[in-house]
């Protein structure tokens, strides 16, 4: 965490909410208490005693507030194991982290809070609870967590709170939450009628209404035109395929448990594909390629599959079937650089075009657990040094990120800011020199010498189901006029009115502008608040002043009332704002 001092608080805090918790419920087993984003959680088991409720949460956070007053020192005290054990007796899961320890031949630290109060843990901490403005944090909400992340464990009570340097920061992160409740994807999508789930389909299955079809294919396309650009083309693969396939890849071992398996009638054992890159490589494979003929840039945009966990679904944020708009470059080694900024161009272009900032994490592997990635330390340390060349000639905004590269190779990130100040990451490209050695992906050299290729990983919205929940909320269902599912309401006022109404909708059709004739018996009021409702960009209202004057009202639902325009003005505004996808 950038805010060292910070990153102390929250852990103290949390440290502090258990000692609250032990005051109000003696019984309760705790287990771990991390820092996060925007402050800490204390996973802690209540099965022994008295449940805790939402409605305890003020009661804890008084208390917490009574110990902070007491200006109590954190101090640390190394002991070893078998002496943890003993502290620790009647806890299973200190004991079961204890045991880890020990494993490693290493002491056990504690922190004590005040002369009493001590907990399992490794710091760092503040000096003395005086440190913490009582008003800089608060305890949130209830949440459920297995132990450990594993459903065959126990399920544990997780207690989350809210912490910032000040007052005023967390104010601020509060009125954040309560935007964000507003530009909640999985509200607007409904009332926009995007895109619904079915209890028949099954949770994580989204289904896609003409509207939410139109805006995803509007997307991809226009990811499609920027790739063509740079002689991209297209591939197909299908949805399924033999599980060999994944063991040659590695991706088996790693994702075994969040396959969808088939078994034939034959009995062979095919899955539904997580990932598109494996059945690239055997696109590449059908023939042996001359360096000249390199890269090959094979693009796709595809179903994939993976059995989530229920309790881990989201909306669109987290789904089970998700289409990934992947690409995979084949090149020589002197051609990664190139092709890594061409893709970078992409995602600037295609970021820009919707306001998001972006900066850029170079996600590394974690030399402390070499186990879980794939190849040798040698091509590891040449792939990260690439990333953060064209990272540092980019001069981007970029920082590291250790632990983050994915198990084949490293990436570069984008983390997008969207309108509220989250920060999402978004598009990913990823140098990976493992799959090419695992399926002996070779080209030609121009010395006739058989030469070891790498490939790129580039998704430039990563899913689309992802980027469609991060993009509702950036806009809060705002989309410009280039991707409203609608893009212009004409409302005639009266009876009277439809047949000049019928005449300006039909010439925009002709123009390719998406339109919708209001023409129902309902009031004027009705029709401008449907308009509104469903974040149409413009609507035209029609009236006798309007036919007297042969021009139309234009209002739009960024800028207001726009005055009495023609045809001619109208149908070149907005043809104009589409085509720049202003």
């Not at 992340?149 to 104010?171: C, H, S, V």
Request: hydrophobic share 35%; aromatic share 10%.
């Amino acid at each position: 965490m950038e805010n060292n001092n910070l990153f102390k608080k929250r852990h103290s805090l949390a440290h502090i909410l258990l000692m609250a918790v032990k005051h109000h419920f003696p019984h309760s087993l705790p287990t771990i208490g991390p820092v996060i984003e925007n402050g800490f959680y204390y996973d802690i088991d209540f099965s022994g005693g008295e449940k805790i409720k939402p409605e305890d949460l003020p009661k804890l956070e008084k208390t917490m507030c009574e110990i902070i007053d007491k200006h109590l020192d954190f101090k640390v005290e190394s002991v070893p194991p078998l002496q943890a054990e003993g502290l620790f007796r009647n806890n299973p899961y200190k004991l079961e982290i204890i045991e880890g320890i020990k494993h490693e031949g290493q002491d056990v630290t504690l922190y004590y809070t005040g002369e009493d109060f001590f907990d399992l843990c490794e710091g760092p901490h503040i000096h003395n609870t005086k440190e913490i403005t009582k008003d800089s944090f608060k305890l949130d909400k209830l949440a459920g967590a297995y132990w450990r992340g594993d459903e065959k464990n126990q399920m544990l009570t997780r207690i989350y709170g809210l912490a910032f340097d000040t007052k005023e920061e967390l104010a601020s992160y509060e009125a954040q939450l309560e935007e964000a409740k507003k530009r909640d994807h999985k509200k607007l999508g409904v009332e926009l009628d995007l895109f619904s789930f079915s209890p028949l389909v099954g949770p994580g299955l989204p289904l896609w209404s003409p509207r939410g079809t139109l805006v995803r294919n509007l997307l991809d396309d226009y990811v499609w035109e920027l790739r063509k650009k740079a002689n991209y083309e297209r591939v197909e693969i299908p949805h399924i395929t033999k599980k060999e396939l994944y063991i040659t890849s590695g991706h088996w071992d790693k994702f075994k448990d969040e396959l969808f398996r088939i078994t034939t009638r034959e009995g062979h054992e095919f899955a539904m594909k997580p990932m598109n890159c494996p059945h690239h490589t055997q696109i590449y494979a059908r023939k042996l390629w001359s360096y000249k003929e390199l890269p090959q840039r094979y693009a796709n945009s595809t179903t994939c599959y993976r059995d989530e966990q229920t309790g881990e679904l989201s909306g669109l944020s987290r789904v089970r079937a998700f289409t990934q708009d992947d690409a995979h470059v084949f090149c020589r080694m002197v051609q990664a650089k190139e092709e890594f900024l061409k893709i970078w161009d992409i995602v600037h272009t295609f970021y820009k075009t919707f306001g998001f900032e972006l900066r850029v994490r170079i996600s590394k592997h974690d030399p402390k657990t070499p186990e879980k990635y794939l190849g040798d330390k040698n091509n590891w340390a040449k792939a990260e040094e690439i990333l953060t060349n064209i990272a540092q000639e980019r001069k981007a905004d970029y920082f590291e990120g250790i632990g983050e590269a994915a198990f084949y190779g490293p990436k570069l990130d984008f983390m997008a800011k969207d309108a509220i100040g989250r920060e999402w990451q978004v598009a990913t490209i990823q140098l990976d020199m493992n799959m090419p050695e695992r399926f002996d992906l070779t080209c030609v050299n121009d010395k006739g010498e058989r030469e070891r290729i790498v490939m790129i990983h580039a998704a430039i919205m990563g899913s689309i189901e992802r980027f469609m929940s991060i993009l509702i909320e950036h806009t809060g269902g705002n989309f410009p006029l280039w991707l409203s599912p609608v893009q212009v309401a004409v409302i005639p006022i009266g009876e009277k009115h439809h047949d000049y109404a019928k005449e300006i909708s039909e010439r925009l059709k002709a123009e390719n502008i998406r339109v919708t004739l209001e023409d129902s018996n309902d009031g004027l009021g009705k029709k401008v608040r449907s308009a509104k409702e469903m974040r149409v960009p413009y609507w035209i209202v029609i009236g006798d002043k309007d036919i007297e004057a042969n021009k139309y009202t234009l209002e739009s639902r960024d800028s207001g009332q726009l005055g009495q325009l023609s045809q001619e003005e109208i149908v070149s505004r907005l043809t104009k704002e589409v085509k720049e996808k202003q």
